[in-house]
């Protein structure tokens, strides 16, 4: 998945740069019975048309929706290539996001549509096709390792990272860090969808997965586990905790999976080869 060919190195579909506030100002009472003004994230809906065929809607941030269209339609597996995608054009004034693929299948989709597993995203997330069946084929970098002062690192720029979270409340960030470098950060009313644009983003930027850590807010699932396998990235941190099946499919690709990340504590749950410790008076 992550070698690109010549002609999808220089390849970008033509996209909208649909931006939309992702707060809302909203006046509520407190305990005491004062009145006061505050911030709530602004969900909304966006339907994906594919070739004027209506697969799906997300409800979403709608922080970067070109991008999430791309990484919900390459985690589904419904385009393999970028040089696929013609065109993704949303439009907030009516919710949707048109896609145009080139030369696809309609048949394909309603195959992929009929088998489709509801998963435990927010929101209910959704799985279509045979992805669970075809997971144990993914291959991760055999050599990538993550030393144990860079995951303290990665804890303490998201904790210091401005985000809607701080000032509204009720979503969830996902990031993408190169050591502890944060290189793409993204929030939504689900993970599974942050997730999603991080995947488009990548595809756009043409980035691998294989040196890269994934850190999201939420809790580490099948779901996750699935889509961080096939972005290529063997790492996936979270400051929440992790499911049995996310831990069994993590450990059947050797994908380091860590939970409860707070400051300088942590669990590893699956790939403890990769992870190098460094443990001493400085962590405890």
Not at 212 to 221: I, N, Q, S
Not at 258 to 265: A, E, L, Q, V
């Amino acid at each position: 998945m992550n070698n690109y060919s010549e002609d999808e190195v220089f390849y970008i579909p033509s996209m909208t740069n649909a931006k939309i506030d992702l707060i809302a100002p909203i006046d509520v009472i407190d305990e005491k019975g004062r009145q006061k003004k505050t911030y709530i994230p602004a969900e909304r809906p966006l339907t994906i048309y594919v070739n004027k065929f209506e697969l799906v809607t997300l409800m979403t941030l709608g922080e970067m929706p070109e991008a999430l269209v791309l990484g919900y339609l390459r985690n589904q597996r419904i385009v393999s290539k970028i040089t696929q995608v013609d065109s993704i054009q949303v439009d907030w004034d009516i919710n949707s996001a048109a896609v145009v693929i080139k030369d696809l299948d309609s048949r394909s989709i309603t195959e992929k549509i009929e088998k489709k597993t509801v998963t435990t995203g927010c929101g209910q997330g959704t799985i279509f096709g045979d992805i669970e069946e075809d997971f144990d084929r993914l291959k991760l970098s055999a050599s990538a390792k993550l030393k144990q002062s860079t995951l303290i690192s990665i804890v303490d720029v998201i904790r210091k990272h401005e985000s809607v979270y701080k000032k509204a409340g009720s979503v969830h960030g996902c990031a993408l860090f190169e050591q502890s470098k944060m290189i793409l950060f993204v929030e939504d009313v689900g993970r599974h969808n942050a997730v999603d644009s991080i995947a488009g983003m990548m595809w756009l930027e043409r980035l691998k997965g294989e040196n890269l850590v994934f850190y999201t807010t939420g809790r580490l699932t099948s779901e996750m586990v699935i889509k961080g396998a096939q972005m290529g990235i063997p790492f996936l941190l979270s400051r929440s905790g992790v499911t049995q099946m996310g831990v069994k499919m993590a450990r059947q690709v050797n994908l380091a999976l860590f939970g409860r990340c707070s400051g300088k504590h942590f669990l590893l749950f699956s790939g403890f080869k990769r992870f190098i410790s460094e443990y001493n008076d400085e962590y405890k």
